[in-house]
């Protein structure tokens, strides 16, 4: 009888369920998150190595959700760990919590923003997309090139394409802009994505400075950045933050470029770390030290190229390397997307490429300007759904 009567009420117990985002503390550890929550520690302590170092690049300010039934039992975590892995952690009746990394389902797509100006662009983005990011990253694009406080006058257009993902009708992590333009007193500014995913002007010539240099005199790179890699062999989904170099222990660590070290210690995962802040929201990090260069500390002001610590093994590391991670804010990018490369324009192949690119790009921007400024509206939020952890899809709870 109580099986049958457990039948009946299992969908009541989960009626009255309820999702409460909440947003990734800054500095909170994985560990001390599990104990505020009064989850079991085991949950960190199952993990496998390499997903207990995941932990450790949880955004801060990450939109986790936290889906509790009626009795107020935590049935499931979704904490985004980047734009495609997050971690899930779930309610097994009888048997407790367990932890998986699944992939985010989400969905593109790819969006046209025309606009007149009213006041500047920052303001005019915000407000018409809801979108920081949107707007953050066309004011990036023409610093330094038009000046935004002289010049513009109102009716001036701006056209941005770029491919949004949402997830469940939210638009979440950083839109991909393929092309933007302003005009400014008649005189047309545009920038394009070329294939390298980087950023060029009308002539082709770089737009983005970068200065940063690799970390390590004759590097050998052992391991690559993934954002999401599904792996063959132990079935599970898998994600690799950074760039590793192998070198013997002892190696001298280079500073990628000028900056202020904003931590200089030890963490679990990552063992003796060195994080260093550059002037453009860009931090560095440096893992699996052996040790420090004496003088080396939280505060201390660094030069491209100065050598900070020696590689070694610390933390959970299988051998010694250095793992070398790049951040924009808090996100983790590709390190070797920003280091230095060419600045002049493109040649033979490449240009004939980047022409293509351009041309494409230009026809977008002039079929934008001829019609109404508008935008679609996001979709509906559905508050309450559970990441199903056999098919990774999303359902109701
Ligand atoms: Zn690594």
Redesign the pocket.
């Known amino acids: 009888m109580g099986r049958f009567f457990a039948l009946l009420l299992l969908p009541m117990l989960l009626f009255g369920a309820v999702v409460k985002p909440f947003k990734w503390k800054d500095g909170e550890s994985f560990l001390s998150f599990l104990e505020r929550k009064k989850l079991p520690l085991s949950v960190y302590y199952n993990m496998d190595k390499e997903d207990q170092?995941l932990t450790e690049d949880i955004p801060y300010n990450a939109n986790c959700q936290l889906l509790v039934d009626r009795k107020n039992i935590i049935r499931q975590i979704l904490i985004p760990v980047n734009d495609e892995l997050q971690l899930q952690i779930y309610y097994v009746p009888k048997k407790g919590y367990k932890m998986k990394v699944i992939p985010i389902i989400s969905e593109e797509f790819k969006e046209t923003l025309y606009l007149p100006l009213q006041t500047i662009p920052y303001d005019d983005i915000l407000k018409t997309t809801g979108s920081k990011n949107l707007a953050s990253v066309f004011v990036k694009m023409f610093k330094g090139r038009v000046d935004f406080r002289k010049g513009i006058k109102k009716g001036d257009p701006i056209v941005m394409v770029y491919t949004q993902k949402y997830r469940l009708g939210k638009p979440f992590s950083m839109p991909e802009v393929h092309g933007a333009m302003i005009e400014v007193g008649g005189k047309r500014y545009a920038v394009y994505r070329h294939t390298d995913g980087r950023y060029y002007d009308e002539k082709g010539a770089q737009y983005e400075k970068f200065i940063f240099k690799l970390p390590m005199r004759n590097p050998r790179i052992t391991?690559r950045f993934t954002k999401s890699r599904f792996h063959p062999v132990l079935k599970r989904y898998r994600a690799?933050?950074?760039?590793?170099f192998g070198a013997r222990p002892g190696t001298p660590i280079l500073s990628t470029g000028d900056g202020r070290v904003s931590f200089a210690g030890y963490s679990r995962g990552y063992g003796k770390t060195i994080k260093i802040r550059h002037s453009n929201g860009l931090t560095s990090l440096y893992?699996?030290q052996k040790s420090f260069k004496s003088g080396i500390k939280s505060g201390s002001k660094v030069k491209q190229g100065q050598i900070i610590g020696y590689v070694g093994s610390t933390g959970l590391?299988s051998g010694p390397?250095l793992?070398?991670?790049m951040y924009r804010g808090s996100t983790p990018i590709d390190p070797l997307t920003v280091m230095k490369k060419k600045t002049e324009g493109f040649s033979g192949k490449e240009a004939k490429a980047f022409k293509a690119i351009r041309n494409k790009m230009d026809r977008e921007f002039k079929a934008a300007l001829t019609k109404k400024p508008v935008r679609k509206p996001y979709f509906d939020f559905h508050e309450t759904y559970y990441v199903d952890t056999e098919t990774l899809k999303p359902k109701p709870f």
Not at 240 to 244: N, P, Q, S
């Open positions: 170092k391991s690799h933050l950074g760039v590793d893992a699996h590391s390397h793992h070398f991670g």
